[in-house]
């Protein structure tokens, strides 16, 4: 299929969209610490355990791409099933992403962390990765923690929440070895 016209890229869209994904919000902070970023993504996925790595993608047109360079800090935040609005907030253009939004910032990771996710890792840029029309992220996790929520999932164009698993015992909050 000629993957050049918009026929044939929407037509791919609908295709990658019958795979569901779990929803995220990524955050950070500008260089100088003076202003919060934030973006939903659903390009999230785990790459290695031993290190600990992550891999994310995101457009070369976004206005945050600059946040996410080698060595810069940010948070990844798996959402709940009832973040859809949070999510959607994230995604939408607008000046203060964060209004009205609970989140921590702390002296040792600088960047802002959302609070009633299923999940949350705090990551480093490991590797800023050229792809087409994206960047990916591929980075370490630091600290991660985890709720025993339903995940917020994407699909066909749609959010969803899945389908409820008996959940594993609740895990505290982990330091990752840096080594």
Known sequence: MDMSSAQAQRALRNALGA????????????????SLVGLTVNSFTSV?????????????????????????EHAIHVLS??????????????ADKFAGVAYQLTQDFGAPCIEGCAALFECVTESVIPAGDHQMI?????RYETEPVTPLLFARGAFAAAVPAPLVPLVPAKV????
């Open 19 to 34: 795979f569901p994904t779990g929803v995220t919000v990524i955050t950070a902070r500008d260089p100088q610490g003076q």
């Open 81 to 94: 099933s009832d973040q859809e609005a949070l999510a959607m907030q994230f995604a939408t253009p607008k």
């Open 48 to 72: 290695s355990l031993e290190p600990p790595l992550v891999l994310w993608s995101i457009s070369n047109r976004s206005a945050s791409i600059s946040h996410f360079s080698k060595g810069s």
């Open 138 to 142: 591929l980075a370490r996790v630091l």
């Open 176 to 179: 990752c070895s840096t080594t």
